[in-house]
């Protein structure tokens, strides 16, 4: 059976080894395109129209999957850092849909996708095999468990882009939205 030890490296990893994996892991989901479309590109490359649609009622739109995983990425910052707990809501609501609101929800993705590719690249092998005070959860399963979960949303986003062009012209904003 292959485990993440061995996967990784065996058991005599080193903190190069272990910092270099979850850096190219953390990069891949994120930045770099190879075999996924990164989460940042995805967001990035959203117009605020196609930001705002979804196809029905109960599917989010790719900006509310955005601040989702924003909030996400908060906590994983609180939890890398000890800085304070961001207080994230699971799924915020989408209060101002302009946009100039989409393009702010965009560039403080950006940024905490850099701020946390900067300390993820300056944790230790302990750093990570700590869990963060007031919980078990060791920082390496939850750094595992987000990239994972931010892979997923991305694939969402990539699926309703391609909603939206499918759609035509019968393509629905989310309630309450201007295109101006």
Known sequence: ???????LG?????????????????????????WIA??????????????????????????EISAHVT????????????????GSVDWPPVLSQTPFAWTA???????????LQ???SHCSEEDLMASPPGTTTLRHRRLSSILVHNAYHAGQIIKLKQLYHASG???????GVTAE
């Open 169 to 175: 012209k019968d393509v629905r904003l989310g309630e």
């Open 105 to 115: 929800q965009k560039q403080h993705l950006k940024s905490l996708v850099l701020r």
């Open 38 to 63: 990164p989460l940042l590109k995805a967001v990035e490359t959203t117009p605020f129209e196609i930001a705002c649609y979804s196809p029905g009622k109960s599917v989010a739109s790719i900006w």
């Open 10 to 34: 065996g058991n005599n990893m080193s903190k190069t080894h272990l910092q270099e994996s979850y850096d190219y892991l953390f990069r891949l989901v994120h930045t770099s395109e190879d």
């Open 118 to 120: 900067d300390v993820l």
């Open 71 to 86: 909030g996400w990425m908060e906590d994983l910052l609180h939890d890398l850092t000890g800085s304070p707990d961001a």
């Open 1 to 7: 059976m292959v485990t993440i030890q061995t996967w």
